[in-house]
């Protein structure tokens, strides 16, 4: 064979095996197992999640449950205060990091090249990759719930409307920060290097988004206040408190008000992070650099 019909056979385009929600279930199945196989990981990091709730029951013998009052969600105390953003947060930053974290892991063990130049579209890459992220990380968050209301008897409010709308909010809260997270994988694509941006969000985030502590607490800072309000984790928090917390459910006005952010932020993010992991991904085929690391 000439070298001619070797290049005209790469160059064409072949027709894809199956189709995209085949290759998604592939990503998201093979992924999944990996993670059921690090059997003892998934133990000790059950253990660090009873461990931390138990952490913050203790805090929370010292905290002032009139302060927590304050914070507009009824005569709560403050493990329940705490409960819902500490479940929160590591929820998001899980399913978040997890592409970027998943891409990392492709570099470094050199399988990244095949990836992407299999039949596989990328995007169905990042969305199986996404989905096994949801699930590895609502384990760890079921965890947290289940020992505070289950072992130390926090009363949240949980019936099939409430069930139903806190998913509903936890699924608007990360597809809110996805476009970070995309983004974060496609500079990683580009860099070779850790993942500054997604850490930067997460420190950032548990501070100012109120996590532990009432927002009012900032009033006496404003810049810090604002930023806290400009980001959509404080809308998506403020939501999930409002229905463990106090029954409400998506047809609340207030749900609903933090709901309309949330799908903004998903409108504006979304286009940008899948914009940059294109690019990410372009560059380096142009460069050649899908196998350096």
Same mark, same amino acid.
């Not at 019936?159 to 909010?169: C, D, G, K, P, V």
């Given at each position: 064979m000439?070298?001619?019909?070797l290049?005209?056979l790469f160059?064409?385009?072949?027709?894809r095996?199956?189709?995209?929600?085949t290759?998604i279930?592939a990503?998201?199945?093979?992924?999944f197992?990996i993670f059921?196989?690090y059997r003892t990981w998934?133990?000790m990091?059950t253990i660090?999640?009873?461990?931390?709730?138990?952490?913050?029951?203790?805090m929370?013998?010292?905290?002032?449950?009139?302060r927590?009052?304050?914070?507009?969600?009824g005569e709560v105390?403050w493990?329940s205060?705490?409960?819902?953003?500490?479940?929160?947060a590591?929820?998001?930053?899980?399913?978040?990091?997890r592409?970027?974290?998943?891409?990392q892991?492709?570099?470094r063990?050199?399988t990244?090249?095949?990836?992407?130049t299999s039949l596989?579209?990328?995007?169905?890459?990042?969305?199986?990759?996404?989905i096994?992220g949801?699930f590895v990380?609502?384990?760890f968050?079921?965890?947290v719930l289940?020992v505070?209301?289950?072992?130390l008897?926090?009363?949240?409010?949980?019936?099939?409307?409430?069930?139903?709308s806190?998913?509903?909010?936890?699924l608007l809260?990360?597809l809110?920060?996805a476009?970070v997270?995309?983004?974060?994988?496609?500079?990683?694509?580009v860099y070779?290097?850790g993942?500054?941006?997604?850490f930067?969000?997460?420190?950032?985030?548990?501070?100012?988004?109120?996590v #532990?502590?009432?927002?009012?607490? /900032?009033?006496s800072?404003p %810049? $810090?206040?604002?930023? =806290?309000? &400009?980001?959509? !984790? +404080?809308?998506?928090?403020?939501?999930?408190?409002m229905? #463990?917390?106090?029954?409400?459910? /998506?047809?609340?006005?207030? %749900? $609903?008000?933090?709901? =309309?952010? &949330?799908i903004? !932020? +998903?409108i504006?993010f979304?286009?940008i992070?899948?914009?940059?992991?294109?690019?990410g991904?372009?560059r380096?085929r142009y460069?050649?650099?899908v196998?350096a690391?």
């Amino acid at each position: 064979m000439k070298v001619e019909d070797l290049i005209n056979l790469f160059r064409e385009d072949k027709p894809r095996l199956a189709s995209d929600i085949t290759h998604i279930w592939a990503v998201f199945w093979a992924n999944f197992k990996i993670f059921l196989s690090y059997r003892t990981w998934v133990i000790m990091e059950t253990i660090s999640t009873v461990a931390s709730v138990a952490m913050y029951s203790f805090m929370g013998l010292q905290v002032d449950a009139r302060r927590i009052t304050s914070a507009g969600y009824g005569e709560v105390g403050w493990l329940s205060f705490a409960l819902v953003g500490v479940a929160t947060a590591n929820y998001l930053w899980m399913c978040i990091s997890r592409l970027s974290h998943s891409l990392q892991h492709e570099i470094r063990e050199g399988t990244l090249e095949p990836v992407i130049t299999s039949l596989i579209n990328m995007r169905s890459y990042i969305i199986g990759q996404s989905i096994r992220g949801f699930f590895v990380s609502g384990y760890f968050m079921l965890g947290v719930l289940v020992v505070g209301v289950g072992v130390l008897k926090v009363p949240l409010i949980i019936n099939l409307q409430t069930a139903l709308s806190f998913i509903a909010i936890i699924l608007l809260m990360v597809l809110s920060y996805a476009g970070v997270g995309i983004m974060a994988a496609g500079l990683i694509l580009v860099y070779k290097k850790g993942d500054p941006l997604t850490f930067l969000f997460a420190s950032v985030t548990e501070f100012l988004g109120g996590v #532990l502590f009432p927002l009012k607490y /900032l009033e006496s800072f404003p %810049v $810090l206040y604002t930023l =806290a309000w &400009l980001m959509p !984790y +404080t809308y998506a928090l403020d939501a999930a408190r409002m229905i #463990l917390l106090n029954g409400a459910t /998506l047809l609340s006005p207030k %749900v $609903l008000t933090d709901v =309309a952010v &949330l799908i903004i !932020y +998903t409108i504006v993010f979304m286009p940008i992070g899948l914009r940059v992991f294109k690019w990410g991904v372009n560059r380096i085929r142009y460069e050649g650099t899908v196998a350096a690391y």
